[in-house]
């Protein structure tokens, strides 16, 4: 009986054992089932909100296209009462993302649309010699940029802990980038700085092709093209104009200059808060008030003196935009960025895309 007792005993250990690695096995099965099917599901997310995103840009494409080609029929004096003459802060482009669009799978997608217009072009800092064709700077825009630097490096946030910023030199060394000659401000080679670092590389002697591509301008670092992007843009890359003031923010608003050759200095407090006004009473902003006389004022009914700088037609009619598409399915988020170019309207160009 005890031999009995024992092998008993080792049988029951056994089959304790293999009970134990049989529910191990049921347990990483099973788990290794559910992880599975939350790779599939994520996966199927990911494209989703993918294809979502992409979705996004082009229905953006199709609201300006509609938007562009009415306000140009009525520029060229088609009968369109209830269309406005320029952009402005009433387009439904603007207003586009103030809502959501729910997916009957339960996705949403926001689209965000900014015209060039509400932000200051770099490029536009810049003009063609009519006789040479060479890029050089306008008369006042190193002033301009000087102002405008210390504009933005007076509100980055803890300055004290960050390089500090010559912003004449700046302006100096961006200009230098930008034109087409290979002589620096101080009359030496202006590639000289570019040379030198690694990899070497030269001064773009062109227009600017992306805000990132500033960090490459001696002066310049990562955190102040970082903090000059809520500003600036560099589309168009020709032909391009200053701030459109009957549609960008306030604090691009404050980046515009106005004033004679002689005397130029940044809109002010009091005269953003007065452009600010009229927009909300739904008037803009015309060099020639005969346009739309029950619509339009003029520079001088906001205390702007002379023109503003960086030139500007008004009312603006922008043919480029930067469209932003946030999807989100399940717990995926993508987003998709594109600049839009309407310079040929019977076929708009993608002038960048970035999916992320």
Same mark, same amino acid.
């Given at each position: 009986?005890?031999?009995?007792?024992?092998?008993?005993?080792?049988?029951?250990?056994?089959?304790?054992?293999?009970?134990?690695?049989?529910?191990?096995?049921?347990?990483?099965?099973?788990?290794?089932?559910?992880?599975?099917?939350?790779?599939?599901?994520?996966?199927?997310?990911?494209?989703?909100?993918?294809?979502?995103?992409?979705?996004?840009?082009?229905?953006?494409?199709?609201?300006?296209?509609?938007?562009?080609? @009415?306000?140009? /029929?009525? #520029?060229?004096?088609? !009968?369109?009462? *209830? &269309?406005?003459?320029?952009?402005?802060? =009433? +387009?439904?482009?603007?207003?586009?993302?103030?809502?959501?669009?729910?997916?009957?799978?339960?996705?949403?997608?926001?689209?965000?649309?900014?015209?060039?217009?509400?932000?200051?072009?770099?490029?536009?800092?810049?003009?063609?010699?009519?006789?040479?064709?060479?890029?050089?700077?306008?008369?006042?825009?190193?002033?301009?940029?000087?102002?405008?630097?210390?504009?933005?490096?007076?509100?980055?946030?803890?300055?004290?802990?960050?390089?500090?910023?010559?912003?004449?030199? @700046?302006?100096? /060394?961006? #200009?230098?980038?930008? !034109?087409?000659? *290979? &002589?620096?401000?101080?009359?030496?080679? =202006? +590639?000289?700085?570019?040379?030198?670092?690694?990899?070497?590389?030269?001064?773009?002697?062109?227009?600017?092709?992306?805000?990132?591509?500033?960090?490459?301008?001696?002066?310049?670092?990562?955190?102040?093209?970082?903090?000059?992007?809520?500003?600036?843009?560099?589309?168009?890359?020709?032909?391009?104009?200053?701030?459109?003031?009957?549609?960008?923010?306030?604090?691009?608003?404050?980046?515009?200059?106005?004033?004679?050759?002689?005397?130029?200095?940044?809109?002010?407090?009091?005269?953003?808060?007065?452009?600010?006004?009229?927009?909300?009473?739904?008037?803009?902003?015309?060099?020639?008030? =005969?346009?739309?006389?029950?619509?339009?004022?003029?520079?001088?009914?906001?205390?702007?003196?002379?023109?503003?700088?960086?030139?500007?037609?008004?009312?603006?009619?922008?043919?480029?935009?930067?469209?932003?598409?946030?999807?989100?399915?399940?717990?995926?988020?993508?987003?998709?960025?594109?600049?839009?170019?309407?310079?040929?309207?019977?076929?708009?160009?993608?002038?960048?895309?970035?999916?992320?």
């Amino acid at each position: 009986m005890a031999v009995r007792d024992r092998k008993s005993g080792v049988v029951l250990a056994m089959v304790l054992i293999l009970a134990l690695v049989l529910s191990a096995a049921v347990v990483t099965f099973t788990r290794r089932a559910v992880m599975d099917r939350m790779i599939v599901r994520n996966r199927e997310n990911l494209a989703s909100a993918e294809a979502l995103a992409r979705g996004g840009v082009q229905i953006a494409t199709g609201i300006l296209a509609g938007q562009t080609l @009415l306000k140009i /029929s009525k #520029l060229v004096g088609e !009968d369109l009462p *209830e &269309t406005p003459i320029g952009d402005s802060t =009433e +387009d439904l482009s603007v207003r586009a993302g103030d809502y959501e669009i729910v997916t009957p799978s339960g996705g949403t997608l926001r689209i965000q649309i900014a015209s060039s217009g509400t932000r200051l072009n770099l490029n536009s800092l810049m003009k063609r010699n009519k006789e040479t064709k060479e890029l050089e700077a306008h008369p006042s825009a190193e002033e301009f940029l000087v102002e405008f630097f210390e504009h933005v490096t007076n509100d980055m946030d803890e300055l004290e802990e960050q390089e500090s910023y010559d912003a004449r030199e @700046l302006a100096r /060394s961006l #200009l230098d980038y930008l !034109d087409s000659d *290979e &002589t620096s401000h101080t009359g030496g080679d =202006e +590639d000289s700085y570019y040379l030198d670092q690694d990899p070497p590389y030269r001064a773009a002697n062109r227009p600017l092709m992306s805000v990132h591509e500033l960090s490459l301008v001696e002066g310049f670092d990562t955190a102040l093209a970082e903090a000059l992007k809520p500003y600036v843009t560099v589309y168009p890359f020709t032909g391009a104009f200053g701030v459109d003031i009957n549609s960008a923010p306030p604090h691009v608003l404050a980046s515009a200059s106005h004033g004679t050759e002689a005397s130029r200095r940044l809109l002010g407090e009091d005269e953003v808060r007065q452009i600010l006004r009229y927009r909300e009473e739904g008037s803009i902003f015309c060099s020639a008030t =005969e346009k739309d006389p029950d619509r339009c004022r003029t520079l001088a009914e906001a205390n702007l003196e002379g023109e503003l700088f960086p030139p500007v037609r008004l009312p603006a009619i922008s043919r480029t935009f930067t469209v932003v598409s946030r999807a989100r399915v399940g717990e995926i988020e993508r987003s998709a960025e594109a600049v839009v170019s309407f310079e040929s309207f019977a076929e708009p160009r993608l002038l960048s895309w970035r999916l992320r």
